[in-house]
């Protein structure tokens, strides 16, 4: 069963930057595309970035684009993203997991980390 550990999140003005991490447990990390979601108060869970398991392909949200950049290290079983110029909007939980397709961001855990906070100040 793979365990995800989510960190990084924070309290950042509107316009600056932070990067958040996830490390995977389980041998299967790196033969996995992976995805970055986040929840707003209210909302429902959205998927905002994907990677392939080689980090060649990737996939970001309209909502995201241009200013989000995900990456992973295999060698860590470690994802990130890279959050520039963020926005009130972007605060939510954000949380990582296995995605089945890369396109769809169709979560392949049920179990979920406990996420980590992006707070962004207007």
């Known amino acids: 069963q793979v365990q995800l550990v989510e960190s990084g999140g924070g309290l950042v003005q509107a316009g600056g930057s932070l990067r958040v991490s996830c490390v995977a447990s389980g041998r299967t990390f790196g033969s996995s595309a992976m995805g970055w979601f986040r929840q707003a108060p209210g909302k429902e869970r959205e998927y905002v970035a994907g990677i392939n398991w080689s980090g060649s392909v990737k996939y970001y949200g309209d909502s995201v684009k241009g200013r989000f950049a995900m990456s992973r290290d295999n060698a860590k079983n470690t994802v990130y993203l890279q959050m520039n110029s963020l926005k009130p909007e972007d605060t939510a939980v954000y949380y990582c997991?296995?995605?089945?397709?890369?396109?769809?961001?169709?979560?392949?855990?049920?179990?979920w980390g406990q996420g980590t906070q992006v707070t962004v100040s207007s």
């Open positions: 997991n296995r995605v089945g397709s890369l396109f769809v961001g169709n979560p392949l855990d049920a179990n």
